[in-house]
């Protein structure tokens, strides 16, 4: 089997934009993070799923079975879509929420957890 290099290329470049947003510390921009990320793994459960074939609403007992295309990629990416958009649902719920409360949308640190990171465990003496 062969994949499409065009199609993985695409996949690696919305990967690599998805993970930079990601790293960013605004709401929106991690929210475009996880929604590039998410479209670059259904494009390559697409293309990992092999060619383009016929409809799979046949019998196995066909026989054009062969030529048929895997309806597993497709289910898995209808899944991914439906997760990926309560996901997001999710972070649109959050941003709302921070954005209410601090009328930003940027992450700041929070002074606990800096102090907390601060301490070092003291080292048991033997």
Same mark, same amino acid.
């Given at each position: 089997?062969? &994949? !499409?290099?065009?199609? %993985? ?6 990967? &690599?934009?998805? @993970? ?14 996880? %929604?590039?990320? *998410? !479209?670059? @793994? !259904?494009? %390559? ?9 016929? /409809?799979?609403?046949?019998?196995t +007992? ?9 309806? %597993?990629?497709?289910a898995?990416?209808?899944? &991914?879509? @439906?997760?990926?958009?309560?996901? *997001? &649902?999710?972070?649109? /719920? ?12 940027? @992450?700041? !640190? +929070? ?16």
């Amino acid at each position: 089997m062969s &994949a !499409n290099l065009t199609l %993985l290329i695409v996949v690696g470049v919305l990967v &690599a934009c998805g @993970v930079y947003l990601l790293l960013e510390r605004t709401v929106t921009k991690m929210l475009l993070g996880i %929604l590039l990320f *998410s !479209n670059a @793994v !259904n494009l %390559l459960i697409l293309t990992m799923g092999g060619p383009d074939g016929a /409809a799979p609403i046949r019998g196995t +007992d066909d026989i054009a079975h062969s030529t048929m295309a895997d309806p %597993l990629a497709q289910a898995l990416v209808l899944t &991914a879509i @439906v997760i990926t958009m309560g996901v *997001s &649902a999710f972070v649109l /719920a959050l941003a709302y929420r921070s954005y209410i409360l601090t009328t930003s949308e940027k @992450v700041e !640190n +929070d002074p606990e957890d800096v102090g907390i990171a601060a301490r070092r465990p003291e080292e048991p003496e033997e």
